[in-house]
Nanobody
Framework: QVLLVESGGGAVQVGASLRLSCIAS????????MAWFRQAPGKEREFVAS????????YVKDFAKGRFAISRDDTKNIVFLQMNNLKPEDTAVYYC??????????WGQGTRVTVSA
């Protein structure tokens, strides 16, 4: 079983940066594809970015390209989401997720990000 714990969220102003962290325990993340999702108030959860286990290939949704970057350090069992130039529409709870198969099977509890103008 993989336990994921996110941190790094907070309340910031437009244009600020935050780095979210996702620390895993229970198993090594090195075999897992990792991702960040978010859920804004009143909206469905949406995919933000992912990073592959074998070659660290990353994929970032269009709304985050040029502003967000996902990275991982398997030696420390941690995944990051660097978020720059934050906008009010980035306000959401951000979740870390892990998968080996086709579905994300392990989720963290989320960390809240609030961006105000």
């Amino acid at each position: 079983q993989v336990l994921l714990v996110e941190s790094g969220g907070g309340a910031v102003q437009v244009g600020a940066s935050l780095r979210l962290s996702c620390i895993a325990s229970g198993r090594s993340l090195r075999w897992y594809n990792m991702a960040w999702f978010r859920q804004a108030p009143g909206k469905e959860r949406e995919f933000v970015a992912s990073i592959r286990w074998n070659d660290a290939f990353t994929y970032v949704k269009d709304f985050a390209k040029g502003r967000f970057a996902i990275s991982r350090d398997d030696t420390k069992n941690i995944v990051f989401l660097q978020m720059n130039n934050l906008k009010p529409e980035d306000t959401a709870v951000y979740y870390c997720a892990a998968r080996i198969g086709s579905e994300y099977e392990h989720w963290g509890q989320g960390t809240r990000v609030t961006v105000s103008a």
